[in-house]
C-alpha cells in the first residue's frame, strides 16, 4: 500500500472511492512480493501494480466490480508453467489477491495510518483476507496501542499480541486462527502489512569504499549513515548518497543508538583503532548483519585482537569477514556490490551460487 498512498488519500480528499487490490500470498517466481498493491479509481483511473503488467488487465475489471457492489473478492493468478500465459502470468508464478473497497466507510483508520507512514512511525494493518464473518474488516497496531477491530474481542487481543511481533521485525505476512482467534484452530486467515521506517545502514570509515557502499545501500532501501572520526574525511560532499554523515568515534556513537533486528553494520575502516572497539560493541547489538573490511591477514589479526578485548567466540562468529560475497571484486563500486549481495544473502538465506546451478524457487522464501 505504501506505493499508492499518495494517489489513495488523494482519492480520499476528492471523496472519491476506491478499489484496492493487494498482493497477499505469493509462490514460485511471483513478480511482486506480498504487500504490493493496485488501484482502481471510481473516475477509471488505474494506478499501481502487483505484477509488472501481467494481471493488472484482469484486476482493473475486477477493482471495477468491487466498486460496483462493494463486496471483497479473493482471486488467485496463475496455476502452473503450463498454463500461467493463459491466466496471464508468463512466469509462472502464483499471486493471490484480495480487493477492497476503500472509502471513509470501509476505511475510516486510514488516515492515521497515512500519518503514521509519513512520520516513520511503525505500524501494522491486519486484514481478514478469508473466514466465516467480517472479512475486509481491519486492526491498526501500533507499538503504543490499536485502533478498529477485527469483529470480537478476543481476537482483537490475539491477532494484535502477535502482530506486535511482525511489526517489531518489518515483516509482511500471514497469521491463521479459528473463528474467534484460537491460534490452534482454523478457517479465519489474516493479512498483516507491516510499515516500519527503512532499515538501517551503518557504515563505519570514510573512505572511497563507503562512498560506493552508501549509493548500494540506498538503492536496497536502506536509510544510509556514516561514521568516522575523522573531521576532515566525513562530510555530506564527500557522501551525497548518505542520509547522514557523523564525526564521532564510532563505538561511541554506536553506543548511544537503538540498533534493531533489520540493522546492518559495514565497518570499512582498516584501522584497529577504530574497528576493534566498533565491532566489540556490535557483536552486543541486534544487528541483522556486522561485516568488517580487510585481507585475510587483517582479519586474523583482527581476531587476535578482538578475543584480547574480551569478546567470545561465539560474538566473534557474527562478524562477516573479510566482507562480501566472492565475486571477483575489484574497484569500490564493485565492492559495494558484493557487500550488498552478502547483505541480501544473509537476509533471505541465498546459497550465493548461479541461479543456473540451483533449483527450486527463484524468490527466497517461495514455496516450491
Do not use: N
Not at 142 to 165: F, K
Amino acid at each position: 500500500m505504501r506505493e499508492v498512498l499518495p494517489a489513495l488519500m488523494a482519492a480520499r480528499e476528492r471523496g472519491e472511492p476506491v478499489a484496492m487490490a493487494t498482493v497477499v500470498r505469493t509462490w514460485r517466481s511471483a513478480p511482486r512480493p506480498a504487500g504490493a498493491s493496485m488501484l482502481v479509481t471510481a473516475s477509471g483511473e488505474a494506478v499501481g501494480s502487483v505484477s509488472g503488467g501481467c494481471v493488472e488487465g484482469a484486476l482493473y475489471e475486477l477493482g471495477t466490480d468491487v466498486l460496483g457492489d462493494g463486496e471483497s473478492r479473493y482471486e488467485t493468478y496463475g496455476i502452473s508453467d503450463g498454463d500461467a500465459f493463459a491466466v496471464g502470468l508468463t512466469c509462472g508464478g502464483i499471486l493471490e489477491v484480495f480487493v477492497e473497497k476503500v472509502d471513509d466507510v470501509t476505511w475510516p483508520e486510514l488516515a492515521g495510518i497515512a500519518a503514521s507512514i509519513d512520520a516513520g512511525e511503525p505500524v501494522a494493518v491486519a486484514t481478514i483476507v478469508q473466514g466465516p464473518e467480517h472479512v475486509g474488516r481491519h486492526l491498526v497496531v501500533r507499538e503504543s496501542g490499536r485502533e478498529g477491530s477485527l469483529g470480537t474481542p478476543r481476537l482483537d487481543d490475539t491477532v494484535g499480541s502477535d502482530v506486535l511481533g511482525l511489526l517489531e521485525s518489518g515483516t509482511t505476512g500471514f497469521l491463521r486462527y479459528g473463528p474467534d482467534g484460537e491460534r490452534l484452530g482454523e478457517g479465519l486467515e489474516v493479512f498483516v502489512a507491516s510499515f516500519s521506517p527503512p532499515p538501517r545502514m551503518v557504515i563505519f570509515g570514510a573512505v572511497d569504499f563507503s562512498a560506493a557502499l552508501a549509493r548500494a545501500g540506498k538503492l536496497l532501501g536502506f536509510h544510509v549513515t556514516v561514521v568516522d572520526a575523522r573531521e576532515v574525511f566525513a562530510t555530506k560532499k564527500r557522501f551525497p548518497d548518505a542520509d547522514e554523515v557523523v564525526c564521532d568515534w564510532p563505538h561511541r556513537w554506536l553506543a548511544s543508538q537503538e540498533v534493531d533486528a533489520r540493522t546492518v553494520i559495514c565497518v570499512l575502516t582498516h584501522d584497529p583503532k577504530f574497528d576493534v572497539p566498533a565491532l566489540k560493541e556490535a557483536v552486543r547489538t541486534r544487528a541483522a548483519y556486522i561485516g568488517a573490511m580487510g585481507s585475510r591477514r587483517t582479519h586474523e589479526d583482527r581476531l587476535v585482537r578482538l578475543k584480547e578485548a574480551g569478546l567470545t567466540d561465539e560474538e566473534i562468529e557474527r562478524v562477516h569477514s573479510p566482507i562480501g560475497l566472492d565475486l571477483g571484486a575489484r574497484t569500490p563500486e564493485e565492492t559495494a556490490i558484493s557487500i550488498a549481495a552478502e547483505i541480501v544473502q544473509q537476509r533471505w538465506g541465498g546459497s550465493g551460487r548461479k541461479l543456473g546451478l540451483t533449483d527450486g524457487p527463484i524468490h527466497a522464501g517461495a514455496p516450491r
